[in-house]
T-cell receptor
Framework: EAGVVQSPRYKIIEKKQPVAFWCNPISGHNTLYWYRQNLGQGPELLIRYENEEAVDDSQLPKDRFSAERLKGVDSTLKIQPAELGDSAVYLC???????????????FGPGTRLLVL | AQSVTQLGSHVSVSEGALVLLRCNYSSSVPPYLFWYVQYPNQGLQLLLKYTTGATLVKGINGFEAEFKKSETSFHLTKPSAHMSDAAEYFCAVSDGNNDMRFGAGTRLTVKP
């Protein structure tokens, strides 16, 4: 079974430029997460999708960040314009909803390492 | 809301020595607890998880963790460290509604 796929793996841009990250979750996983991991810290949730619906985007800086998951499969996270403080690793994860109160195991992709100069 | 505190941002052990990585959590509901490992330039990989039932949980690569409700702890242990265990380890807590919070991580160094 293929894991979570992310691209690109690395991205270097100048501040004020736009950037986009792509994620393809594990087949059959209907929940998709985007996390940001700053250096020396744990991942922090940006947005969570259940199928194509964003069910938790409370931590997404909506002035410059946007995300979409149009067909409920792969997803794109965009930053426009990028700022120096956006330098981080952006992780995508997916899980399969099992219903009820149960924390599904999240499977993580390798991440996209963003450097904003 | 739940939260996690990992005691010690860096832990160094000798090869063959006991590994102990500490994690304390805070949760207003019965927690689900996880340990993930992250190797350089890779995503997070699940080591083990506690949901319900037996409080001693065994995971991959010889790791185990024990859920202690009275101490609000979920420490990760391995009897004998191997060089390949060197990585960053993250403890996480969830309320069971897909709201997972991660600790800041502990970097494990294994000395030959």
């Amino acid at each position: 079974e293929a894991g979570v796929v992310q691209s690109p793996r690395y991205k270097i841009i100048e501040k004020k430029q736009p950037v986009a990250f792509w994620c393809n979750p594990i087949s059959g996983h209907n929940t998709l997460y985007w996390y940001r991991q700053n250096l020396g810290q744990g991942p922090e949730l940006l947005i969570r999708y259940e199928n194509e619906e964003a069910v938790d985007d409370s931590q997404l800086p909506k002035d410059r960040f946007s995300a979409e998951r149009l067909k409920g499969v792969d997803s794109t996270l965009k930053i426009q314009p990028a700022e120096l403080g956006d330098s981080a690793v952006y992780l995508c994860a997916s899980s399969k909803r099992q219903g009820g109160r149960f924390q599904e195991t999240q499977y993580f992709g390798p991440g996209t390492r963003l450097l904003v100069l | 809301a739940q939260s996690v505190t990992q005691l010690g941002s860096h832990v160094s052990v000798s090869e063959g020595a006991l590994v102990l990585l500490r994690c304390n959590y805070s949760s207003s509901v019965p927690p689900y607890l996880f340990w993930y490992v992250q190797y350089p330039n890779q995503g997070l990989q699940l080591l083990l998880k506690y949901t319900t039932g037996a409080t001693l949980v065994k995971g991959i690569n010889g790791f185990e963790a024990e859920f202690k409700k009275s101490e609000t702890s979920f420490h990760l242990t391995k009897p004998s460290a191997h060089m390949s265990d060197a990585a960053e380890y993250f403890c996480a807590v969830s309320d069971g509604n897909n709201d997972m919070r991660f600790g800041a991580g502990t970097r494990l160094t294994v000395k030959p």
